[in-house]
């Protein structure tokens, strides 16, 4: 499990459930995934309490969907945006370095 800030409000990412998805028939949902295999795949489902956006994750690497790239915070180890330019969990600042 993932600490997860939505990418619309801000808001805690909830870890809703691991889901295995059927390749081929959400082909649609997965098109920009890269190294598809065939038959099933295990995504973790997040969504987000406050505006409903829900984001799915391979179990172990963030997956955004053509979204912002992550970087790790140095202090804490938090996966945060790239476009941060302070850690939302240790206020770590990045412009110091
Ligand atoms: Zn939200
Ligand atoms: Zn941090």
Redesign the pocket.
Known sequence: MRELK??????D?SFIRREEFQLGRTGWLLGDLPNLVAGAMELDVYA?P????VELFTPDEPFEGGGLPQKKCPRCGNMIDFDYHRCPLCKYDFKTE
């Open positions: 939505c990418l619309r409000c801000s808001g990412m987000c406050n505006c409903g956006k």
